[in-house]
């Protein structure tokens, strides 16, 4: 990603953005609360300021005098959504601007996300100016830079080559107010132990990638909190692991870029064809006993990490809010990925898919807790729309529909130690919500049929959001 755009530093001005919110109800609509439970029709919702006052019976709550009365007949109200690995700020993202992502994320019922990867001032203010109200936006909780080795993946990272160096920078961190603590690919044993020792004794959480030197196990029983990408998943359930990892991990001197591929495409077939039940099984339960939460990030995995002829994107209509700076860069990257391979590549790619498909429903049905996410502002990955999309590719995995709503809503919430606040609708939870024209435990495509966004209380209408969209569809079309 050391191509992207950097951080853009604009300004996102809503109407209305600085008023305090007054009462709102929401009156005879069917209410998905998060729960688990049926649907329930015909309730009013009672907003007061930033928080659910009451829900029950249409029939039983009084309207307060003065509240703006939103008509929900025929409309499905659930709480506000979750993504779970975005990247706001930083050095190597194409994102963090005020005029295209985050209004993307509001205008597509995304209240609050998790950044794995960016600036802690830059973070520190936005979270800010959303939590102040003096600007509408999600909740932000964040890792600050990436420990990594050296030379490190992606920037901004920490480079931490031993155990003194990672504690310096866990301590460092922590003193700066992160959430978590993010740990990347390129991290060797003894720096990435180091990390979880320090991280356990501050009570500060690791997060982030299997680092390709250690198994997906190890890192689970070493407390990684979240596995993102499921990086070191299809890795572990191999049989031949420790062969297949001595082989990726091998660096050859003068080697040209088609034997690199060649090489990696034997990688990929030895990979698939050493995939073992029981060890699948095995690694599954140790992910559900220690509670080691996944985060597979299906859009940026299917439009990046392993992209065919058939991933063109071309003429989708989610363009028109992407910039032109960096849809050229998206372009550039695609025909890079797709140069110099052959058909026998991209069956093995659509295959790696599948199979990440086939782990996480596994996973889900074994008690494994997962988690939306989508990795904006990575290439291909749409700021906001992409999360939809995660959620049909987690029914496809075999979730119910509710399961996969609750991966952007009530597991977000557990994970973040935030049930009590927010992920399901219920008086004195935050007044985080959508509402939708159709239901999405019919059809989880229908989240994306948004009429209104409350954000912390702020109501904005299809009219409200239709203007942010249109707002983003301008600054995309000039730069």
């Given at each position: ?474 600054y995309a079309a000039k730069h």
């Amino acid at each position: 990603m050391s191509g992207f755009l950097g951080f853009l530093g604009l300004t996102l001005t809503l109407g209305g953005c600085s008023k305090r919110p007054g009462d709102i109800a929401i009156t005879h609509v069917t209410v998905i609360d998060g729960n688990g439970g049926p649907a329930l029709a015909d309730r009013t919702v009672l907003i007061s300021g930033a928080r659910i006052s009451a829900v029950g019976a249409a029939s039983s709550l009084a309207l307060p005098a003065g509240a703006k009365i939103v008509d929900g007949r025929g409309k499905f109200l659930i709480p506000g959504l979750a993504d779970m690995h975005v990247h706001l700020t930083g050095a190597g993202e194409p994102g963090g601007s005020r005029e295209f992502i985050l209004p993307l994320l509001v205008a597509n019922g995304i209240t609050t996300v998790r950044d794995m990867g960016g600036k802690v001032e830059l973070l520190k203010g936005l979270r800010e100016e959303f939590a102040s109200g003096k600007r509408i936006g999600p909740q932000i909780f964040f890792t600050g830079p990436y420990l990594d080795g050296n030379p490190p993946s992606f920037q901004p990272s920490i480079v931490v080559q031993n155990a003194a160096e990672a504690t310096t920078a866990v301590d460092q961190l922590q003193s700066q107010g992160v959430d978590f603590i993010k740990v990347q690919s390129r991290l060797q044993p003894e720096a990435y132990f180091a990390i979880a020792s320090e991280a356990k004794k501050l009570g500060i959480r690791f997060v982030g990638h299997v680092p390709d030197s250690i198994t997906a196990a190890q890192a689970s029983d070493a407390g990684q909190t979240s596995i993102e990408h499921l990086t070191g998943v299809l890795l572990g359930i191999s049989d031949k692991e420790a062969e297949l990892r001595e082989e990726k991990l091998k660096k050859i001197e003068g080697e040209s870029a088609e034997d690199a591929r060649k090489r990696n495409r034997l990688w990929l077939q030895k990979l698939l064809g050493s995939i073992s039940p029981s060890r699948t099984d095995n690694l599954i339960a140790k992910f559900a006993q220690n509670r080691t939460w996944q985060v597979p990030t299906f859009p940026m995995l299917v439009h990046l990490g392993y992209v065919t002829p058939k991933t063109d994107l071309g003429a989708d209509w989610r363009l028109r809010y992407v910039p032109q700076s960096v849809q050229a860069i998206w372009r550039q990257g695609r025909r890079e990925q797709l140069e110099g391979y052959e058909s026998e590549d991209f069956t093995e790619r659509e295959e790696i898919v599948r199979q990440s498909i086939a782990v996480a429903g596994k996973m889900s049905a074994a008690g494994v807790p997962i988690m939306a996410g989508t990795d904006i502002a990575a290439p291909n990955v749409f700021p906001g729309f992409s999360l939809h999309e995660d959620l049909e590719y987690m029914v496809k995995a075999g979730l119910t529909s509710m399961q996969a709503l609750q991966a952007a809503t009530t597991k977000p919430a557990e994970f973040l130690g935030l049930s009590t606040e927010q992920g399901t609708i219920e008086a004195g939870k935050r007044a985080d919500l959508v509402l939708l024209d159709a239901d999405p435990l019919a059809d989880i495509r229908n989240t994306e049929k948004i009429r209104a966004v409350i954000v912390n209380g702020r109501l904005l209408d299809r009219r409200e959001l239709d203007r942010m969209l249109a707002g983003v569809e301008g600054y995309a079309a000039k730069h």
